[in-house]
């Protein structure tokens, strides 16, 4: 295809879409109105089954599917990640060195490193109730966890993730969230369906499947985000090929 | 609803997203990137979405801009010795006529 014809081709949708888009934009809702019609629903849905936070329930019980979808793209990203980033044969491994860090450096570290994991762990255990859940935590989780580089070094932060250990973690987290939705098939006919007693209102125990579910995207987000980062890691600081410079810059 | 601070927080996430794309040096872009990501998450705040200002804020100003940091750091070590190979090629670009990839590839967010 030409480069016309291409740039004809893009014009013509781009004109349709513009022309729907302005027509879908006239019937909308006024911004910042006071009518919000799924927003309604969704909050009449999430109360009827004890969800305090709204947008979790639509994510682990209303769209709880959707969420499925989500989870397997990133469990995907991290297959391929690891499949495409392993030690190829021209490459080699050299351990990266131990490295003085600024006092200041190491002490801004040692106090932020439990804070800020207990903030990710915090983010997921309430995702049923305040804002955050399993995927917002699941990240807080696993960047927490490199403050160890800033802090220490490299060496340091190899030793506080076992690799092997979060692999099959990751798997059994993505594993988990399909074989509660084949609970709910079971017990109540649907896939993901809500099949566990909801509990009281406000309680970090109700929601029914929420906050299960919540956990295992929790699991699964922080493991999959340390391996793939990890990988990268890797490439960036220790693998190198042969025909590069053994000289590492720092 | 805050609306000056919505008028600021957009107006910062719309020259953010204009300078990351004219900008065409990564290491730049990655920190511009973070920069706009922050001012999306304030936005989302203060549109009254807490949930995807938390992933904003984690997803797109701490972890996308450290993995392109890392591939920028890892590519240009790679083509670390070329500006020697382009030296002798006659045909190739002069030697002072073209920026050198740096070795070090400007890394100051992926090392310490």
Same mark, same amino acid.
């Given at each position: 295809?030409? /480069?016309?014809?291409?740039?004809?081709?893009?014009?013509?949708?781009?004109?349709?879409?513009?022309?729907?888009?302005?027509?879908?934009?006239?019937?909308?809702?006024?911004?910042?109105?006071?009518?919000?019609?799924?927003?309604?629903?969704?909050?009449?849905? /999430?109360?009827?089954?004890?969800?305090?936070?709204?947008?979790?329930?639509?994510?682990?019980?209303?769209?709880?599917?959707?969420?499925?979808?989500?989870?397997?793209?990133?469990?995907? %990203?991290?297959?391929?990640?690891?499949?495409?980033?392993?030690?190829?044969?021209?490459?080699?491994?050299?351990?990266?060195?131990?490295?003085?860090?600024?006092?200041?450096?190491?002490?801004? +570290?040692?106090?932020?490193?439990?804070?800020?994991?207990?903030?990710?762990?915090?983010?997921?255990?309430?995702?049923?109730?305040?804002? +955050?859940?399993?995927?917002?935590?699941?990240?807080?989780?696993?960047?927490?966890?490199?403050?160890?580089?800033?802090?220490?070094?490299?060496?340091?932060?190899?030793?506080?993730?076992?690799?092997?250990?979060?692999?099959?973690?990751?798997?059994?987290?993505?594993?988990?969230?399909?074989?509660?939705?084949?609970?709910?098939?079971?017990?109540?006919?649907? #896939?993901?369906?809500?099949?566990?007693?909801?509990?009281? #209102?406000?309680?970090?125990?109700?929601?029914?499947?929420?906050?299960?579910?919540?956990?295992?995207? +929790?699991?699964?987000?922080?493991?999959?985000?340390?391996?793939?980062?990890?990988?990268?890691?890797?490439?960036?600081?220790?693998?190198?090929?042969?025909?590069?410079? %053994?000289?590492?810059?720092? | 609803?805050?609306?000056?601070?919505?008028?600021?927080?957009?107006?910062?996430?719309?020259?953010?997203?204009?300078?990351?794309?004219?900008?065409?040096?990564?290491?730049?872009?990655?920190?511009?990137?973070?920069?706009?990501?922050?001012?999306? !998450?304030?936005?989302?705040?203060?549109?009254?979405?807490?949930?995807?200002?938390? !992933?904003?804020?984690?997803?797109?100003?701490?972890?996308? @801009?450290?993995?392109?940091?890392?591939?920028?750091?890892?590519? !240009?070590?790679? !083509?670390?010795?070329?500006?020697?190979?382009?030296?002798?090629?006659?045909?190739?670009?002069? @030697?002072?006529?073209?920026?050198? @990839?740096?070795?070090?590839?400007?890394?100051?967010?992926?090392?310490?």
């Amino acid at each position: 295809m030409t /480069a016309r014809a291409r740039l004809l081709m893009f014009a013509a949708a781009a004109a349709v879409i513009a022309v729907f888009f302005a027509v879908a934009c006239t019937e909308m809702p006024s911004f910042g109105g006071a009518s919000h019609p799924y927003g309604d629903r969704a909050v009449a849905a /999430a109360l009827a089954h004890r969800t305090a936070n709204v947008v979790s329930s639509v994510n682990f019980d209303l769209r709880a599917f959707d969420t499925l979808g989500e989870e397997s793209i990133l469990f995907g %990203t991290v297959l391929s990640a690891t499949l495409l980033l392993r030690l190829a044969r021209d490459e080699r491994r050299r351990p990266a060195a131990s490295e003085r860090v600024l006092p200041t450096t190491r002490l801004f +570290g040692v106090i932020l490193l439990p804070v800020a994991l207990v903030v990710g762990v915090y983010i997921v255990a309430h995702g049923q109730l305040s804002p +955050g859940g399993g995927f917002q935590g699941g990240v807080v989780l696993a960047t927490a966890l490199h403050l160890g580089y800033v802090a220490a070094d490299y060496r340091v932060l190899e030793k506080v993730r076992p690799l092997a250990v979060l692999d099959v973690a990751d798997s059994i987290a993505a594993g988990a969230f399909v074989a509660m939705g084949a609970a709910g098939l079971a017990a109540g006919g649907a #896939f993901l369906k809500n099949v566990l007693p909801l509990g009281t #209102f406000n309680r970090i125990t109700s929601g029914g499947t929420v906050p299960l579910l919540n956990a295992a995207v +929790g699991v699964e987000v922080a493991s999959g985000v340390i391996v793939l980062l990890a990988h990268f890691l890797d490439q960036a600081v220790e693998i190198t090929g042969t025909d590069e410079p %053994t000289q590492e810059d720092h | 609803m805050n609306t000056p601070l919505m008028a600021v927080a957009l107006a910062f996430v719309v020259v953010c997203a204009t300078v990351a794309v004219l900008c065409r040096e990564p290491v730049r872009q990655a920190l511009v990137l973070a920069a706009m990501g922050l001012g999306l !998450s304030v936005l989302f705040a203060v549109l009254q979405a807490p949930d995807v200002a938390l !992933s904003q804020l984690a997803v797109g100003t701490a972890l996308t @801009p450290l993995l392109i940091l890392l591939t920028v750091r890892k590519v !240009s070590r790679r !083509s670390a010795p070329e500006p020697a190979r382009a030296a002798q090629d006659p045909d190739g670009p002069a @030697p002072g006529g073209r920026p050198a @990839p740096r070795p070090d590839g400007g890394n100051e967010g992926t090392g310490r």
